[in-house]
């Protein structure tokens, strides 16, 4: 698998703190290693849109679709 970035996702990001950017470069790593690590409690977040959401941190999570062999990141931000 491999990771495609979004220019949303980009600057999602970019507006991060730097500690959250490590933790997304991490976790961005398990999630092409295993889609269903324990730490990124990985699960389908909107069905019908195929959307997926993984946790970053306790606070911050992150939001991709998989399309063929390639996971799609399409935002991060405060988890609500």
């Known amino acids: 698998m491999e990771a495609f970035y979004t220019e949303r996702f980009q600057r999602d990001y970019s507006g991060a703190p730097r500690e959250i950017q490590r933790s997304v470069d991490r976790k961005v790593a398990l999630l ?18 195929d959307l997926w959401q993984a946790r970053i941190t306790g606070a911050w999570r992150f939001y991709f679709r998989i399309e063929g062999a390639r996971y799609v990141l399409i935002s991060m931000g405060m988890h609500k």
């Open 32 to 49: 092409l290693e295993n889609l269903r690590h324990p730490s990124l409690h990985a699960k389908k977040y909107a069905e019908a849109d």
